[in-house]
C-alpha cells in the first residue's frame, strides 16, 4: 500500500484573471493552475486534488486560503523543504503558495475552520480610484456615512438565517454565524508624515479609502458580497440604517440588495482551533445546521463567499 501525507498549503492569488477558485472545464481556474503545478512539481498523473477551505468565485482574490492535499510520502520526500520556491517557479505571478507544511493529525482545510475573514474595499473618492488600485478597490460615486453602515451592520450579527443575502444551493442551508462585521476609513498614504512637513502630499495619494471587514464560521454563496451592497445603500442614505435587518428577518432572496462586484472583495484569513480539536471540529461542523443548534454545530455546506 502506498504511503500518503497530507500537506497544508497556505495560498494567495490575485482573482482578475481566473474564473473562480473551483477547476471547470476550459476555464482557467486557481485551483486547476495549482494542481497542474504539484502535478509536474511531484510527477503525479493525475494531478492531485486540492480541499479548500473556501472556494472564491471568478474576480475574487486571496491573501490568506488555504488548501489541504494528499500525495504519496515518497513524491514529497523528494521535495521536502523545497517546495514554496520550486513551485514559484512553476506558477503564473498571480498566484503563489506561501508554505507547504505537514498537515496536524485531523487537519481539514474545509471542515476544520473556525472562521473565514474577509475585506471588501471601497473607495468613495468622487474623483475615482487610484488607477494602480482599481483591480481591488470598488469606486463606489456616493460620499458614505460610516455611522449609519455599522449600526446597521452590528444589527445582523449573530446566528441567522442568511438566505436574503446568499443564492440558495440544493441540499445546503444557510443558516450562518456572523461574528464580525465592521467598517473604518483608512487614512490617505503619507498623512501623519504631510502633517509634521517633511513629506509633502501627493495628488496620487488615495483619499476616500473604505475598508469593509466580514468573519463568520462559514459563509453561503454571493453572502459577502450581498451585504456588502446591502451596506453601500445604507451608507449613501438611499435607504434606512433598519432595512438590511428588515431584510435579513423575510429570509427571502430581495432583488432590491445588489451583490456588490466581486474585484473588491479578498480572503484574508483562516481561522482554526488548537491541533488537538481539529478532528472534533471538523466532525462537528458536517452536521447540517438548524437555528439555536448552538455555534459549534457547523454547516455540511458551503463555504463560498463571492
Given amino acids: 500500500m502506498t504511503a500518503l501525507v497530507r500537506l497544508r498549503l497556505d495560498i494567495g492569488y490575485d482573482g482578475s484573471g481566473f474564473a473562480g477558485w ?9 485551483q486547476g493552475v495549482i494542481e497542474d503545478a504539484l502535478a509536474r512539481l511531484l510527477r503525479l498523473d493525475p494531478p492531485p486534488a486540492l480541499t479548500v477551505a473556501g472556494r472564491t468565485d471568478a474576480g475574487v482574490h486571496a491573501r490568506g486560503q ?10 514529497y520526500s523528494t521535495v521536502n523543504g523545497t517546495m514554496p520556491r520550486r513551485l514559484a517557479g512553476l506558477l503564473p505571478p498571480d498566484v503563489r503558495v506561501w508554505r507547504v507544511s505537514v498537515a496536524p493529525e485531523g487537519f481539514d482545510a474545509r471542515f476544520s475552520a473556525l472562521s473565514r475573514r474577509y475585506v471588501y474595499r471601497v473607495c468613495d473618492d ?9 483591480h481591488d ?10 455611522d449609519r453602515i455599522n449600526t446597521a451592520a452590528a444589527m445582523l450579527l449573530g446566528e441567522h438565517d442568511f438566505a436574503a443575502y446568499c443564492r440558495k444551493r440544493e441540499g445546503a442551508t444557510t443558516i450562518r ?6 467598517w473604518h476609513r483608512e487614512e490617505p498614504y503619507g498623512v501623519r508624515d504631510a502633517a509634521r512637513g517633511d513629506v509633502p502630499r501627493s495628488p ?9 471587514t466580514v468573519e463568520a464560521d462559514a459563509f453561503c454563496h454571493s453572502m459577502v458580497r450581498a451585504l456588502v451592497g446591502a451596506m453601500l445603500v445604507v451608507g449613501d442614505g438611499r435607504r434606512a440604517v433598519e432595512w438590511p ?9 430581495d432583488s432590491a440588495v445588489n451583490v456588490a462586484p466581486a474585484h473588491g472583495l479578498s480572503l484574508e484569513e483562516i481561522r482554526y482551533p488548537e491541533p488537538e480539536n481539529l478532528a472534533r471540529r471538523a466532525q462537528e461542523t458536517r452536521r447540517v445546521r438548524t437555528l439555536n443548534s448552538g455555534s459549534g454545530s457547523g ?8
Fill in 22 to 30: 473551483a477547476r471547470q472545464p476550459n476555464q482557467r481556474t486557481v
Fill in 66 to 75: 488555504v488548501a489541504h492535499v494528499v500525495v504519496p510520502v515518497a513524491s
Fill in 126 to 134: 468622487p474623483v475615482g480610484v487610484d488607477p494602480l488600485r482599481r
Fill in 137 to 146: 478597490v470598488l469606486w463606489h460615486p456616493r460620499p458614505l456615512d460610516l
Fill in 177 to 182: 454565524e456572523l461574528q464580525r462585521f465592521e
Fill in 204 to 212: 496620487v495619494q488615495q483619499r476616500g479609502m473604505v475598508v469593509a
Fill in 245 to 253: 435587518k428588515e431584510v435579513l428577518s423575510r429570509r427571502v432572496r
Fill in 299 to 306: 454547516l455540511s455546506g458551503d463555504s463560498v463567499a463571492g
